[in-house]
């Protein structure tokens, strides 16, 4: 095949508990999220422009990178070609920020594993597609849990860390209108190389909180609470938070970005200018052949 297309949905994380391990498959997190309809679309095309099986030369990971029409690097994306042993161009185009706390990393590793798969006639299952995805991001030390949460769709739940094979997925079993507005970025990079002891704390108890009643309003209220709890909570987050909650509606922060998202018409109502979108039901999928 000439190229091939692969959409993966943004993933907020409403809270999580990280279990890095050395060995990048094993690594992740417990926690629970959003898969949204908004996203990240990848196109692969072979650097040769053959597209016949794996590269022989040995330039294999060797990819040029477009995000959104300009050059740039993305760790989890070189880690995904390279260990799927091909070259090629990658282009990237995301409808969220990059770096807020909606898994653009993940979700561009995801499509490219995807999308490569199809360009290079691969033979990859799903799921090993979706490991050699979730390893490029644990070793990257961009994300632990956007991508398995981005493969399973709806609002997942990672019961258990790791790629297929080690973590174990649930859902909450709801698809609700969702709000965000993004101040910024948060380093992912730089959260996940401090003391994670207490943010284990707090996502282990939100979990638990969770799972006791798993609905929408209780993934925000958790989220909420880890948000505090695990002190990653940023100031102009906060505020939105506070203004949602003053109308009457749920809110929270999305790990890890300083980016607030909420139910329904949360943050409209309270004044914000926000983008929508909705619950992705099914997850990351290759684009049908035209
Ligand atoms: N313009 C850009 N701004 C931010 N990051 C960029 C940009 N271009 C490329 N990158 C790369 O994109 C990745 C962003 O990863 P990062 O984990 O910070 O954010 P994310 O994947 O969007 O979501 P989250 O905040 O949920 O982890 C990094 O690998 C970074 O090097
Ligand atoms: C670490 C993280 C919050 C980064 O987006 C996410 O990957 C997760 O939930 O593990």
Redesign the pocket.
Same mark, same amino acid.
């Given at each position: 095949m000439d190229e091939a297309t692969a959409f993966a949905p943004g993933h907020v $994380?409403a809270f999580?508990a990280?279990y890095p391990d050395r060995d990048p498959a094993r690594a992740g997190?417990r +926690?629970a @999220?959003l898969a949204l309809s908004d996203g990240v679309e990848v196109t692969v095309r072979p650097a040769d422009g053959t597209g016949e099986g794996s590269d022989p030369a040995g330039d294999a990971g060797l990819a040029s990178l477009e995000l959104d029409g300009v050059p740039a690097q993305m760790e989890p994306v070189e880690r995904v070609l390279a260990e799927l042993n091909v070259a090629a161009e990658v282009a990237v185009s995301s409808d969220v920020p990059v770096g807020a +706390?909606f @898994?653009v990393s +993940?979700a561009a590793a995801l499509s490219t594993a995807l999308a490569a798969n199809a360009a290079f006639d691969l033979d990859r299952s799903e799921n090993d597609l979706v490991r050699v995805a979730h390893a490029a991001e644990a070793a990257a030390g961009t @994300?632990? +849990?956007?991508v398995v949460g981005q493969f399973r769709g709806g609002l997942p739940v990672r019961l258990e860390p790791g790629a297929p094979g080690y973590g174990r997925m649930d859902g909450v079993p709801a698809r609700p209108r969702v709000e965000y507005v993004s101040f910024g970025e948060l380093s $992912?990079e730089r959260v996940?190389g401090g003391d994670l002891d207490p943010v284990r704390e707090a996502g282990e108890a939100a979990l638990t909180r969770l799972m006791r009643a798993p609905d929408e309003a209780e993934l925000l209220a958790a989220g909420r609470e880890f948000a505090v709890e695990a002190g990653l909570q940023v100031p102009e987050v906060a505020e939105a938070v506070e203004a949602v909650e003053a109308e009457g509606g749920l809110a929270s922060m999305a790990?890890?970005g300083r980016t607030v998202y909420a139910l329904g018409t949360g943050l409209t109502d309270a004044g914000y200018d926000a983008a929508a979108c909705s619950i992705h039901p099914t997850g990351a999928t290759l684009r049908p052949e035209e």
């Open positions: $994380t999580f990280p997190s +926690g @999220g +706390g @898994g +993940g @994300g632990l +849990g956007d $992912t996940l790990m890890l």
